[in-house]
């Protein structure tokens, strides 16, 4: 009986938290994901392959955009994203090169050079027939908590396209974004180099246990670790734009939509929390969007340019 109720406390408990909720219906992809009119055309590039010294015995690809509006002699805002692959397909569910040329013509975002990466492969090359698969080393990179992938990213690709560009140093003007396992590498990106990377776009984020798999490096955290260390440790200067949909993916290493509901509550606990002590700031700045998606990258994608333009807004 005691534990027939206990079950009956925590299934309302749970549905009154989801009943809460302000839950987005009918997302759809947006004008901005379409060629415009009159709007300038700028280059992808690419894919390119790169053979990280930091992570080791992994190859990848990455493509860049650079918009029509970009001048060498001026330093251009920076937009990395995980996926490279998924997040360049003209015909795919992200579109983020052609969200980037039309968010800068309207004057919503800077002129900004989008880096889109895609994981590593435990190759010498990188497989010609890989298509639209992950490489076998992305669990490795994406889902891992210790600061390896946020060296790559900084002390690799960001030198390696600032030969040919002139990037922006400022950590405001950096962003980094992803959708499932890339949104939680992007999050740690951000989380360990704030004075590098302070926007963050999360879709359907893997903030969950995802650790072990066969023939991988052993994860020894996962992100469900983030909230408790979101409480505890000392607030980063990071803005996060948050993505989850109510039927995202719940299997033996968590329920993916309560786990983004702990980021947004941790996070909101950390600002109340230095509000009461009276600390200085900074505060995390976040703003949640609910969706009745699944875990795909149809409602991150088709978010990513709200995202983007409330990531750059100077309202905070």
Not at 101 to 113: K, R, Y
Not at 208 to 219: A, C, D, L, Q
């Amino acid at each position: 009986m005691k534990t027939t109720l206990l079950f009956l406390f925590s299934f309302f408990t749970v549905f009154g938290l989801f009943a809460q909720l302000e839950i987005r219906t009918g997302v759809e992809l947006t004008p901005a994901h379409f060629p415009q009119e009159g709007v300038p055309k700028g280059e992808l590039l690419g894919p390119y392959e790169f053979h990280s010294k930091i992570i080791e015995g992994t190859v990848r690809q990455y493509w860049l955009f650079v918009p029509a509006q970009y001048e060498a002699s001026k330093p251009a805002s920076v937009l990395v994203f995980q996926d490279g692959f998924r997040a360049t397909n003209p015909a795919g569910a992200i579109r983020a090169p052609q969200v980037l040329e039309n968010l800068i013509a309207s004057g919503d975002i800077p002129v900004t050079i989008g880096i889109f990466i895609s994981p590593g492969n435990r190759s010498t090359s990188y497989p010609s027939d890989l298509g639209s698969s992950n490489p076998d080393n992305r669990a490795a990179e994406y889902d891992a908590m210790d600061d390896r992938y946020a060296r790559f990213v900084i002390e690799e690709m960001l030198p390696l396209v600032g030969q040919k560009y002139n990037l922006t140093t400022d950590p405001d003007q950096r962003a980094i974004g992803g959708s499932s396992s890339g949104a939680i590498a992007a999050f740690t990106v951000g989380w360990h180099y704030p004075d590098f990377f302070r926007k963050v776009y999360s879709g359907i984020g893997s903030y969950v246990s995802i650790g072990f798999r066969p023939n991988e490096t052993p994860i020894k955290l996962g992100g469900q670790d983030y909230p408790a260390l979101i409480r505890r440790e000392a607030i980063r200067p990071m803005r996060i734009f948050i993505q989850d949909g109510s039927h995202d993916l719940s299997n033996e290493w968590g329920n993916w939509f309560l786990a983004n509901q702990q980021m947004v509550s941790a996070m909101e606990y950390a600002n109340l929390n230095a509000d009461k002590k009276n600390l200085p700031a900074p505060r995390y700045e976040f703003t949640a969007v609910w969706t009745d998606g699944e875990h795909s990258d149809k409602h991150p994608g088709a978010l990513l340019p709200e995202g983007l333009k409330w990531l750059w807004s100077p309202d905070k």
